[in-house]
């Protein structure tokens, strides 16, 4: 099988997240995916960056709450306390998702453990489910029916402002990588967010959008507390807030368990993937191609695959081999198994 040069003049494609233009990167000769630009592999770094960035202002915010909530008595505040514990909860579930998915692959798992990320997400949004929407509801029906007096609002607002400046902080940190993402692969951002195969960035996202949609919701019902001298506006927030946070869960529930269940990779990468196949000199006809996402921007390859030529079938065995190494030399594929098409398959176009 003859070895050539490939390098890159496109942009970067994440796999299970598509295919765009700009940038280039040169490829090692072995590496047939080389022609599917920007497949790295995953990466972490800056994951880990925005999960540890809103870990330390949840929990600063949290701890503010919650003194704030026992000064002003606000159901409001006090429902954004359990919100901010259980964001900065969930940040350790996240962290230990990114580093438990990152481990080699070993016998029992030749993948490797990309999965695994989704799995501590899951928890992560359940977590979100019962320790903030469970407990900001329920508090909030309790003060409808045995409504306590506030006080101390001023210190309620201060809290709050801070919180929303550290919220804004860890949500612009999000929202850079994820803006940064998005834009090399010709989406807009909240798409980007709900269809990225890396759960930690988009739980961190979500999160902080909630969350400083919530402060304005807990603001509004303090303000509204102060102005009428009735808890009823406070409580009705809180329940606002508990209502908003378990849209935030079972949404987030729902993306872990698409992937965990098994989710094909964006067709755009596939079409590129699929080029880069049709392309390599000893194939002749690609009838059949599946990309699985097994992991953040990690991919597991499934095709079907006629070669050139007119070899003996141990000769033939040793190019298919030779073929699925290269393909599995991009960091980006965990696996990939290619077999011999039949003479009556149709052929796979771009």
């Not at 496109?10 to 700009?22: H, I, K």
């Not at 630009?37 to 919650?66: M, Q, Y």
């Not at 834009?183 to 195969?197: N, P």
């Not at 298919?320 to 039949?342: D, I, K």
């Amino acid at each position: 099988m003859m070895a050539h040069e490939q390098e890159s003049e496109q942009a970067e494609v994440v796999p299970g997240e598509g295919v765009a233009s700009g940038g280039g990167l040169s490829r090692p000769a072995h590496d047939l995916l080389g022609k599917v630009p920007g497949s790295e592999g995953p990466g972490g770094s800056d994951s880990v960056t925005t999960v540890l960035v809103a870990f330390g202002a949840n929990v600063l915010i949290a701890l503010a709450k919650s003194v704030a909530a026992v000064m002003t008595g606000s159901a409001s505040i006090l429902a954004e306390a359990a919100h901010s514990w259980a964001d900065a909860g969930n940040e350790i579930f996240l962290l230990i998702a990114n580093r438990r998915s990152r481990r080699p692959p070993d016998v029992l798992h030749p993948l490797g453990h990309g999965r695994e990320a989704y799995v501590w997400s899951l928890f992560a949004a359940l977590g979100l489910f019962i320790a903030g929407a469970a407990v900001s509801v329920t508090h909030g029906v309790q003060e409808l029916v045995t409504p306590e007096p506030a006080g101390q609002f001023v210190v309620g607002y201060v809290v709050l402002a801070v919180s929303f400046v550290l919220e804004g902080i860890s949500f612009l940190q999000s929202a850079r990588q994820a803006r940064s993402e998005a834009e090399s692969l010709q989406r807009d951002l909240i798409e980007h967010v709900l269809a990225t195969s890396d759960p930690t960035l988009r739980a961190v996202f979500v999160e902080d959008a909630a969350a400083l949609t919530g402060l304005l919701i807990a603001t509004a019902g303090l303000a509204a507390h102060q102005l009428t001298g009735s808890s009823i506006p406070d409580a009705i927030g809180s329940i606002l807030v508990g209502l908003l946070l378990a849209w935030v869960a079972l949404l987030l529930i729902n993306q872990n368990r698409r992937f965990l269940v098994g989710q094909e990779a964006d067709p755009r990468l596939r079409a590129a993937a699929l080029q880069a196949l049709l392309e390599a000199p000893e194939v002749a006809r690609v009838t059949y191609l599946r990309l699985e996402i097994v992991g953040p921007r990690l991919i597991s390859v499934i095709g079907d695959v006629d070669l050139t030529g007119d070899d003996t079938e141990s000769h033939v065995a040793v190019r298919l081999r030779a073929l699925e190494a290269r393909v599995s030399a991009s960091p980006a594929v965990a696996g990939a198994v290619l077999s011999l098409s039949a003479p009556d398959e149709p052929t796979l176009v771009v």
